[in-house]
């Protein structure tokens, strides 16, 4: 089977190539949690046609893959609790953590989320990014790590919303993020090394 490569910029700017992490398969093939193509964001954008009659699902590609995203997830959620998201490559100065509490209420689904998801909206907006684009990141991370696990197909379409952001962003934008798009970012870097640590 043709491997695709589903990218994420970690950098803000920099694609780092993740293969091997989610896949494709029909729902009577599901069980496994193992089968079918690596898949990028644009094969989700643009759909597969359902192959034998079955309903296409994402799901990741091994078993190991979701024990370790799953256990990132716990991670991920603990340092929220905490006030203490990392942050990534460079960028190590701490993140606010009123924004981290926000973005605790979004990704658990605890709380207000509406209104948690529209702060966020807000801030990015507010700093220069496309409103569109920046509703789509902000409502795809409602209930991300709920329960401290994450639907593949939701990665996927955080990741998918992420990247669409970071590419229609200007310098400006890049180059003095909002503490919104910094937690996400480390959220994100968290899931994903855990992700290609077990590839």
């Known amino acids: 089977m043709k491997k695709r490569h589903l990218a994420f910029q970690l950098g803000l ?3 780092v190539g993740v293969a091997g992490i989610l ?7 599901a069980q496994s949690d193992v089968s079918g193509n ?3 964001t644009s094969d989700i954008a643009g759909g597969f046609a359902p192959s ?4 296409l699902i994402i799901v990741y590609e091994t078993p190991q893959i979701r024990e370790d995203v799953f256990d990132a997830t716990d991670f991920v959620n603990e340092r929220l609790a905490q006030r203490n998201l990392p942050g990534v490559g460079n960028d190590t100065s701490p993140i606010a953590g009123a924004v981290q509490g926000n973005l605790a209420l979004v990704l658990t689904g605890t709380g207000n989320v509406d209104a948690g ?12 990014a496309n409103p569109t684009l920046a509703q789509n990141l902000a409502t795809s991370l409602a209930g991300l790590t709920a329960g401290g696990s994450v639907n593949a197909a939701q990665f996927a379409a955080v990741v998918e919303a992420y990247n669409a952001l970071i590419s229609d962003s200007n310098f400006e934008f890049l180059r003095e993020p909002p503490e919104e798009l910094r937690a996400i970012r480390s ?10 640590a077990s590839n």
């Open 187 to 196: 959220v994100l870097a968290i899931l994903l090394n855990a992700a290609l």
């Open 52 to 55: 034998r009659g079955g309903e």
């Open 38 to 40: 690596v898949i990028t």
């Open 117 to 128: 998801v529209s702060q966020i909206q807000n801030a990015l907006v507010n700093a220069g």
């Open 13 to 15: 700017g920099l694609a």
């Open 23 to 29: 896949s494709m398969t029909t729902s009577s093939q």
